[in-house]
């Protein structure tokens, strides 16, 4: 790995993004710094319509902020080419999505390796390192499988696995128990929450409390700006800015 | 609980005597509480006693008391809003009640209030949540799965209570909505008056409630007795 002891595996550093200009002009994200550290968990809650997915898109490298700095590893994402940009994504971040995650026509295996391959590595080793992500997530023996012969869980460990196949340590992951049941769910984050206990960085954007509740720190975010977090206990003068009473 | 604290928050307002206190706290909170005028003149008396609030003014023609609040009940109040609700010594009741005066007290930065609870929430379903993970939910004894539903029911509740105070966010946002909306329409209306208009006549939805209306709760779920 890269990126030095301690140093945060994502960084957000005063990030906003803006659609379109002047009258239409729509305000996403506003001046909103994050970090995710080595081994840790983050999740990000709020309303629809907060930011969350922008939030989650600069940070996967899919989309740039208007101002601020993205960095993935130590990389500034602005200084890349689209090319360095695609390459960065390949090697160090995984998505996972609520669903339609993995690709119908490859068994998990095949699914797992895919990133390794576009990135070159050969299929022999690919397998290998699939193989054991697949086990680091309890499902090897489904690696010959294909999606449809998987329950919903099972999928999503699949998509897991290959979020952080080889050297692959950071997974963002957009809502990702939305499809399943309360168990299956909760079995899907213990095994994000496992993977990040061993070393791995993890974005995880969700609006089931129950579900954010197995990061170490969940941050608010309302109208594109982070509101709260349960970081560390705020300080009293901070909640006392706004005067109450007549 | 949260009477002393109720009473403090209304005091806020403006002075006020036993009575009216009690009409006021139990109006706020859609009559779920009710409370006793005995039970005011005592929290009222330990507030006194605790220099909380003072007697303001002369009794009125009925020979009624009101009080108002000190500096330190001022105080008071203001810590009260700005911290979340404590889990280990008060009934949950005191979040709704909370809540309830929030939105009809002036001044209250209500969406605050929320934040603040659903932080201190979110990281107590955190601590239970770390708590759960030391087990694996498969084949574990008997006694350990007894444990492990006690701490889901605790995360159910706690669950519940960011989903409600979701909800009040929302529904607080869709009231100001609704409010710009009405303000909006009356300018409309005061408009058309020119052109013999009867503006009275469009009886618009809401306006009979007046501020009740306006703070965000619906006339009916204030009336509730139980």
């Given at each position: 790995?890269?990126?030095?002891?301690?140093?945060?595996?994502?960084?957000?550093?005063?990030?906003?993004?803006?659609?379109?200009?002047?009258?239409?002009?729509?305000?996403?994200?506003?001046?909103?710094?994050?970090?995710?550290?080595?081994?840790?968990?983050?999740?990000?809650?709020?309303?629809?319509?907060?930011?969350?997915?922008?939030?989650?898109?600069?940070?996967?490298?899919?989309?740039?902020?208007?101002?601020?700095q993205?960095?993935?590893?130590?990389r500034?994402?602005?200084?890349?080419?689209?090319?360095?940009?695609?390459?960065?994504r390949?090697?160090?971040?995984?998505?996972?999505?609520?669903?339609?995650?993995?690709?119908?026509?490859?068994?998990?295996?095949?699914?797992?390796?895919?990133?390794?391959?576009?990135?070159?590595?050969?299929?022999?080793?690919?397998?290998?390192?699939?193989?054991?992500?697949?086990?680091?997530?309890?499902?090897?023996?489904?690696?010959?499988?294909?999606?449809?012969?998987?329950?919903?869980?099972?999928?999503?460990?699949?998509?897991?696995?290959?979020?952080?196949?080889?050297?692959r340590?950071?997974?963002?992951?957009?809502?990702?128990?939305?499809?399943?049941?309360?168990?299956?769910?909760?079995?899907?984050?213990?095994?994000?929450?496992?993977?990040?206990?061993?070393g791995?960085?993890?974005?995880?954007?969700?609006?089931?409390?129950?579900?954010?509740?197995?990061?170490?720190?969940?941050?608010?975010?309302?109208?594109?700006?982070?509101?709260?977090?349960?970081?560390?206990?705020?300080?009293?003068?901070?909640?006392?800015?706004?005067?109450?009473?007549? | 609980?949260?009477?002393?604290?109720?009473?403090?928050?209304?005091?806020?307002?403006?002075?006020?005597?036993?009575?009216?206190?009690?009409?006021?706290?139990?109006?706020?909170t859609?009559?779920?509480?009710?409370?006793?005028?005995?039970?005011?003149?005592?929290?009222?008396?330990?507030?006194?006693?605790?220099?909380?609030?003072?007697v303001?003014?002369?009794?009125?023609?009925?020979?009624?008391i009101?009080?108002?609040?000190?500096?330190?009940?001022?105080?008071?109040?203001?810590?009260?809003?700005?911290?979340?609700?404590?889990?280990?010594?008060?009934?949950?009741?005191?979040?709704?009640?909370?809540?309830?005066?929030?939105?009809?007290?002036?001044?209250?930065?209500?969406?605050?209030?929320?934040?603040?609870?659903?932080?201190?929430?979110?990281?107590?379903?955190?601590?239970?949540?770390?708590?759960?993970?030391?087990?694996?939910?498969?084949?574990?004894?008997?006694?350990?799965?007894?444990?492990?539903?006690?701490?889901?029911?605790?995360?159910?509740?706690?669950?519940?209570?960011?989903?409600?105070?979701?909800?009040?966010?929302?529904?607080?946002?869709?009231?100001?909505?609704?409010?710009?909306?009405?303000?909006?329409?009356?300018?409309?209306?005061?408009?058309?008056?020119?052109?013999?208009?009867?503006a009275?006549?469009?009886?618009?939805?809401g306006?009979?409630?007046?501020?009740?209306?306006?703070?965000?709760?619906?006339?009916?779920?204030r009336?509730?007795?139980?």
């Amino acid at each position: 790995m890269s990126a030095s002891a301690g140093a945060p595996l994502l960084e957000l550093i005063r990030v906003s993004r803006v659609h379109g200009e002047g009258a239409t002009e729509v305000h996403a994200l506003t001046d909103v710094s994050l970090q995710v550290g080595v081994g840790e968990l983050v999740a990000v809650m709020g309303p629809s319509g907060s930011g969350k997915s922008t939030l989650l898109n600069l940070a996967g490298g899919l989309d740039r902020p208007t101002t601020g700095q993205v960095r993935i590893d130590g990389r500034d994402v602005a200084g890349l080419s689209h090319r360095g940009l695609a390459e960065l994504r390949r090697r160090k971040v995984g998505f996972v999505f609520q669903d339609l995650n993995l690709i119908p026509s490859l068994t998990a295996a095949e699914n797992a390796a895919l990133p390794l391959e576009l990135d070159g590595v050969g299929v022999r080793q690919a397998r290998a390192s699939a193989l054991e992500s697949l086990g680091s997530v309890g499902v090897a023996e489904l690696a010959d499988r294909f999606p449809e012969e998987m329950s919903g869980g099972q999928q999503q460990r699949v998509a897991i696995a290959r979020a952080l196949v080889g050297e692959r340590r950071l997974v963002l992951a957009d809502e990702p128990t939305g499809a399943l049941d309360s168990h299956t769910g909760e079995s899907v984050l213990r095994v994000l929450r496992a993977r990040c206990d061993e070393g791995a960085s993890g974005l995880l954007v969700t609006h089931e409390a129950r579900h954010a509740a197995w990061a170490d720190r969940v941050v608010f975010l309302r109208d594109g700006v982070v509101v709260d977090t349960t970081g560390a206990p705020p300080a009293a003068e901070e909640l006392l800015d706004h005067p109450s009473g007549v | 609980m949260s009477i002393r604290q109720g009473l403090l928050a209304l005091l806020a307002q403006e002075p006020m005597y036993g009575a009216r206190l009690r009409s006021e706290f139990e109006d706020r909170t859609g009559g779920t509480w009710p409370l006793n005028v005995g039970q005011v003149y005592t929290t009222l008396t330990r507030l006194e006693r605790d220099g909380l609030v003072e007697v303001s003014g002369r009794p009125d023609a009925e020979g009624r008391i009101a009080y108002r609040l000190t500096d330190a009940g001022r105080a008071e109040v203001t810590r009260w809003w700005s911290t979340p609700v404590d889990r280990d010594s008060t009934p949950r009741d005191e979040l709704a009640i909370k809540l309830a005066l929030a939105v009809t007290v002036p001044g209250v930065d209500v969406q605050r209030v929320v934040q603040t609870q659903r932080t201190a929430t979110l990281r107590h379903l955190q601590d239970l949540t770390r708590l759960k993970s030391r087990n694996d939910p498969a084949g574990v004894p008997r006694h350990e799965l007894a444990w492990q539903l006690v701490l889901e029911n605790l995360v159910y509740a706690a669950e519940g209570e960011v989903r409600w105070l979701d909800h009040v966010e929302a529904s607080l946002a869709r009231a100001a909505v609704g409010r710009r909306e009405e303000t909006r329409q009356r300018d409309v209306r005061e408009a058309d008056r020119g052109d013999g208009a009867d503006a009275s006549a469009e009886g618009h939805p809401g306006t009979s409630e007046g501020g009740r209306e306006a703070h965000g709760i619906p006339a009916t779920s204030r009336r509730r007795r139980r």
